[in-house]
Each structure stands twice: as C-alpha cells, then as structure tokens.
C-alpha cells in the first residue's frame, strides 16, 4: 500500500512499530500459548490509548498476561483486587500525617495509590461497589487522581485491563452502561484448544522459567500512540463505522435493541482500524480493519431488547446482523 505522503519520518516509526509488533508477541508466547487475538486486540487497544474489560472463568491466566505484556513493554505493573471492602482511597492514595521531628508540626502528605502505574489489572472489578469502581473509572478517562483539592497526574502511558467473571453473579456489582462506555474494548476468553492446553501443562509443572526481554521503551509507546493519531483515514472507511453504530440506533433494529451505540463507538472502531493497520505496516486503513473490531468495540454498547433476550439473541448476534445489512 503507498504511504499516503506520510512524513518520511512517520513511514520509519510504521515500519518500526511493525517489526516492534512481531517481537512483543513472540516474547510473549514464551509464556503465553495460544490467545492470539486476545493478545492481538490488547495490544491495539494500548497503543490506541484505549482500555479492555476482559471477561474470562478463573484459571485462564488473565494475570499472567497482562503482567507478562507489562514486562515485555518495560511498563510499571499494578495489579487491584476488587473487593467488597475496597474503598476509593485503596485505589488513588490516600493522605497521612506526618509530623516534623525538629519543628513538631503537622502536615499532610499524599501516599500514592496501585493507580500511579502504567498497567493497571483491576481484579474482578465488578465485586466492589460503584463509589470504588468509580474512582478507577474517573482516573481512566481524566488519566488524573484529585485529593484534597490537589490534582496529580497519572503516569504515561495508561492502560486499565479489568477482568470480569462470566459465572459467578452473586455479590457482584454490575458496571453501569455509562461506566462500560469507557472500556474500549470487552474481550472474551476462551478455554484453550487440546494442543494447547497439553503445551500449557507441560511448561507450567516443570521448572521452565522463559527469560523475557524488553522490546520498546515507555518512549517509544508514547511516540507510537501520536503516530497512530496521524494515520489518514478514507471517508469511505469511517463512513462505514458510522453507518454501523447508527444502524444500533435505528428504528430497522428497534425489535432486537433496547439501547443502542453512542459515538464513542465510532471513535474507538476508527482508532481501532488505524492501529490495527499500522501494527501490520499498513499506512492507513481499510474496511476490513474496522470489521474486525467490530465485535469488542460493540459487544458492551448494544443492549439487546427483552425480546431479543427471550429467543436467544445476544448483542454479537445483533452486530452480524448489522454488518451483513451494510
């Protein structure tokens, strides 16, 4: 594909993000077997800017990942266990007070919270109330913690992978649509293949520890993340996201949706297809991009009507719907 008179500069960082790319996902299969989409998908999400619900059983090794993708992107790593105790200050930070050995006054000090990272795994995020969930939804879309009237920063880059799990409902808190607005996108986790799952069994009983290196720096993924702002985009590609989360919203589909996708869809679905088609060494994107994020970008934004719900159709069903109409 041409490069769009892209900056000469801009056609290197593609051709380096690419090759960037095809490291990181082999450093993490050293760890990691199988899950390449979800891998794929996490990834563009990082390097869009955006964050991921990721809706998995136990024992699926949600933590690993994220943690092995911390380590292989030189990226500080936090992980927050949601619980029903949880308070909002577990999660920003919260103030001391500290006195002055040689003046004995009082002051003040803000200790930091998990959230100052650059990955952040919120646990099971749907078992703490609102108030908490809130706090770590707040720093995700302002990337700042307010305390004490005193406004603080989050560090650069800043992802949030908050795991869910799909079985268990009781002494959950679900996330409101507005809060699950914010997640770019809702990955679902499969169960490993036979193969893989003999290849995840013989690595994790034996004393194979894999040495993992460092691929890009915290840098360079905040360079990539501006790259992926420049790409150009054809009006017939974002025009074709459009038409898609318009068509959740029209009267066409009013059977089958009860609520359906604001433009924050059409935002990530676009960002989504740049990303994607840069991580490919692709100078703009196609269609097709936006097909393939069709998916996480939407499962979460659709809400299927009570109708649709009693015949067993569910919001991906709705979106093949969608995207075969178009």
Avoid: C
């Amino acid at each position: 594909m041409s490069e769009l008179n892209l900056p000469k500069n801009d056609v290197q960082l593609v051709e380096k993000l690419k090759s960037s790319y095809t490291d990181i996902k082999n450093e993490i299969s050293k760890v990691i077997v199988g899950q390449d989409e979800i891998i794929s998908n996490i990834l563009i999400s990082i390097f869009s800017k955006g964050h991921s619900l990721l809706v998995g059983v136990p024992g699926l090794a949600k933590t690993l990942l994220v943690k092995t993708i911390a380590d292989v992107l030189d990226l500080k790593f936090s992980r927050i266990q949601f619980t029903p105790d949880l308070m909002p200050g577990d999660i920003t930070g919260t103030e001391i007070i500290e006195e002055d050995q040689a003046t004995k006054r009082r002051n003040f000090r803000f200790i930091k919270g998990p959230v100052f990272a650059n990955i952040i795994l919120a646990d099971e995020i749907n078992r703490t109330p609102p108030k908490t969930q809130s706090a770590l939804l707040e720093a995700m879309q302002e990337q700042k913690v307010t305390a004490a009237g005193v406004t603080y920063n989050l560090d650069k880059p800043f992802f949030v992978l908050a795991t869910q799990n799909p079985i268990e409902q009781e002494g959950t808190y679900p996330l409101p649509e507005a809060q699950l607005d914010r997640f770019m996108f809702n990955l679902w986790l499969d169960y490993p293949s036979f193969t893989e799952e003999v290849e995840i069994i013989k690595s994790t009983t034996s004393e194979y520890q894999p040495e993992l290196n460092k691929v890009i720096s915290t840098d360079e993924i905040i360079e990539f993340q501006s790259l992926i702002r420049r790409v150009p985009v054809a009006d017939n590609v974002i025009e074709y996201a459009v038409k898609v989360v318009q068509n959740s919203r029209s009267a066409e589909f009013k059977d089958v949706i009860s609520w359906g996708a604001g433009p924050r869809a059409s935002q990530y679905l676009i960002l989504a297809a740049k990303t994607k088609s840069v991580l490919e060494g692709r100078f703009t994107p196609s269609i097709d991009d936006v097909k393939y994020s069709l998916v996480p970008v939407l499962r979460h934004r659709i809400i299927p009507s009570f109708n649709a719900e009693a015949e067993g159709i569910n919001s991906v069903e709705i979106i093949k719907r969608i995207s075969e109409k178009i």
